[in-house]
């Protein structure tokens, strides 16, 4: 069982986000770099798989040189090898990192990688375009799930969950498949000292990926009005205990 | 929260460690209407205390460094946030265990025990998950403690708010500091105006921004040290405390690992300088974290995950165990080391107290406190003193480099004598070419290049073959050469030359500059013109705040030289000292005059071949000064020795410095006159002579009583420290300043070693001396005495031990060695009657 991640690097923006002057990107001059927590689960999976069913895992991704970063923190959590389309750090579009990423996968099945499981998160952390793994599994001719919650594999096939309101719906698709999953579908571990120091010794592939013309443009991004840290003071003391209360309540886990 | 009221009678600035303990402590010394104020929220406003790793280790090598952390322990204890886990600093080499034996030195002088060494098998009884076998041992202090310093500083400020006497807003900016004529007068936040004439800054790695709102300056840079947190480990698993095993320093990784209840915290100052300027560092609202919590950068941080791994296999090794936190926080650099603390030189009324960390944030928090109370902390802060730097050391470029060379020393083998390399030859005398040319080695004093010895000196050491010896210990020899026992020697027997440039030159002035020196100055001023008199400068308390000499130049007219390194403290205690009514000023004339020593037999016969002033005994005695004219130039001539011979400080501006410099040598050829360095002026001249120099014998926790300088009557007059001078006169001294020579220099060894100052001093068989006031007797200043031909040592002993031929010990990397008080009190072991310089 071959299974490929793709990740993206993205900004950890825990406090206010704050944009660049042109409004086109996010100011990371004082922000650390993640994947984005759908994306964890999907790694964690991977592993998972292996370890159960053995095979090789692969991480894939198109980003700049320092996304190199992010690929040996999915190789810490114990991904054999990576994959690295460099690019000059500027944002691809969702049709134009589709099509360098079916280069690639072309490229490693030519290579006798070929996955049988291909996982995305089900959005990016930053654009959240929710269509790079649906254009990949369309131009390589393969089933895909989307917003996965669950997945076990038999029989050459893979049995997908996703959760509804009250229920859930179950897909079971056969493989190669592409499914693109969501937080929550496992919890992924925090990597061991020696697997980070093992993670900076596996291999890392990089190459500079073709960009096909664009022909979606980024214009500009806006903050949602609301985002960010707000705090709101329930009371001091005892006397904080029934708007306390009435919190849980409202939040559902009382 | 409150509102910002519209006046206070002081403005804290920061709700870390350290504003909290100001806030407690100028509220118990009766303080009130004390506002403190932090642009984040509380508890943790987000700034370095937030991330602390809270651990308190109490052993440091400097005395003021000890004395602080030892009294922040006491107050941890106090409000019940102290766990006592111990803590081990282990070894990975024979030369750290050489310098954990003299950490043991440093425990017993500071009185920090019970302390001990261990072996690899006993550091794996109290640390059972560590590798004994990469470590060769290991220094224990029971004592280390960790502390939560976020709520002590929540306890603290409670404390005040419930004595009535503090008003605390959080999440309030500030956004400007008033000054007038260089006095504070408000404080400006985004929250309304409050209008105070007394501000300190307590904002840790913001506090230079908050500074420059004033127009003054607290030279820091915002550093990373970068800590990760791993668990959960199995062996922690049942873990009743956040801390049950002891906190173990590996020293020569520059790490440490703790527990943190159920997991490992593993920090480390061994990676790169990554300093940060303090406008950069991003707001609460745009911090994922906090601001001072910064995004971990993992390719620093490679190196110390496989020395954790070596050191605690059981658990970093273990694969269950993750990585659940890890962050490069900031916190603060400076320098020296040393905090910033005190009254800011630039604005009257603006205070700092930054640059502190945790295990010394409630000492450092009392001691300015009281100084802002009384004029002076109980613990000596001077080395700390905000006061100390010089323009070209508070440049961001400096401020830098020092940052980042002094950060990897942080668990450093650092040695006494051990020079910057970065930021140097910053400041160069009018002599340096030539001292270039006679092959100097420079140290460095107060931004200047001084030489220290020269090693064109190297064929004098064959001209006292069996007087000069070298030293056999590395580290004894390390920052030393045996050319300055040489250079010693020749200049007893003919003359030297010293470049003493680096002397901080002020005039006091105008028809009030009499009574400035008077209110200063311990002795009389009231001299006739031409008169140079040394003086203490005392504290209100009768400790020393300096010495120095002041030579009267005019009626109206006092020339201040100091000491280079404690200079500009001087400087600002003699402008705040200047009359109300401006009828008196000072002028730093440092940069303007240049300095040249000549000493020896030989000194008059040099001078007067470039003079035909009267330069004999009768027509230019001792203590005098006045003009003459030497070399075809207007030198100030001050005839006054710190190294006990003939001879006379040598002034002219500094541009015809190398004038000077060129007839004094052209003309003392003939003498055998030589150039010799401080290593002379300040240890080996100085200690034959008895003679007691600031920050090493002289501080403010010492009397001039004590350090046997209470010769002649008190004058009439008033000054600072007056009336407990008097008091100190009619008791008996609690210790007396003593020389003693040691008797046997040879270790267990069989080598011979040779003490470097700051041991303790001890009875034959080991036990400390205490004083009355509870301080320990401990070598102040140590170095060669080449003419009386013994290592000579300065030590404040208690009166029953200072009496001549009394057979003590010194303690010296855990060794003792025997050692005889030679002289109690001041009278010279060389030349006790003083000839040479009266002759």
New interface residues.
Partial sequence: MNVLVCVKRVP?????I?LTPDERAIET?????TISPHEECGVEEAVRIAERHGGSTTVLTLGPAEAE?QL?DTLAIGIDRAVHLVTDGSDWDPESTAAALVAAIEAERAAGHDPDLIMFGNESADNGNYQVGIRVAHALGRPCVTGVKGITMHDGRVRCEQELGGGRDVYDVPLPAVVTVLEGLNLP?????????RA?RKPVESSEPARSEPRLELVRLTVPPGR??Q?EVLGEGAGAAPAVVELFKKLGVA | MSPVPGSARVVVIGAGIVGNGLACHLARLGWTDIVQLDKGPLPNPGGSTGHASNFIYPVDHSREMTALTLDSVRQYKDFGVLTECGGIEVARTEERMEELRRRMASAKSWGVEPVSLLTPAEIKELVPYIDESVIVGGFYSPGVSVVDSLRMGTLMREEAQQAGALTVVANVEVTAIGTERGRVTSVSTTDGDIETDTVVIAAGVWSPLLARMAGASIPLTPAVHQMIDIGPVPRFENAKAAIEYPIVRDMDTNMYERQDGRGLEVGSYAHRPILHDPAEIPSIEESALSPTEMPFTEDDFVQQMEHALELMPEIVGDESVGVKYAINGLLSLTPDGLPLLGETPEVRGLWSAAAVWVKEGPGVARGVAEWMTHGEPEIDLQASDIARFYPCQKTVAHVRARAAEGFNKTYGIVHPGEQWESSRGIRLSPFHARERELDAVFFEAAGWERPHWYASNERLLADYDGRVKPREAEWDARWWSPIINAEHLAMRDRAAIFDLTAFCIFDVTGPGALATVQKVAMRQCDVPVGRVIYTPVLTPRGGFRSDLTIMRLDHETFRVVTGGAHGMADLKWFADHLPEDGSAQVHDLTSAWCTLGLWGPRARDILSGLTSDDISHEGFPFARCREIEAAGLRVLASRISYVGDLGWELYVPIEQGAHLWDAVWEEGRPHGLIPAGIGVYGTTGRLEKGYRAFGFELDSEYDVVEAGMAWGKVKDEDFVGKEAHVRQRGSDPAAIMCTLTVDDHKSASGVERYMLGREPIVTPDGAPLVDAKGRRSFVTSAGAGPSVGKHLLMAYLPPEHAREGEQLAVEYMNERYPVTVAVAGSTPIFDPENSRIRS
């Fill in positions: 950890i923006t825990g406090g206010k704050v001059r004082h922000l650390g770099f970063e040996r571990r925090y990597p061991s000292v020696p697997a980070k120091l900076r960010g840290r705090a």
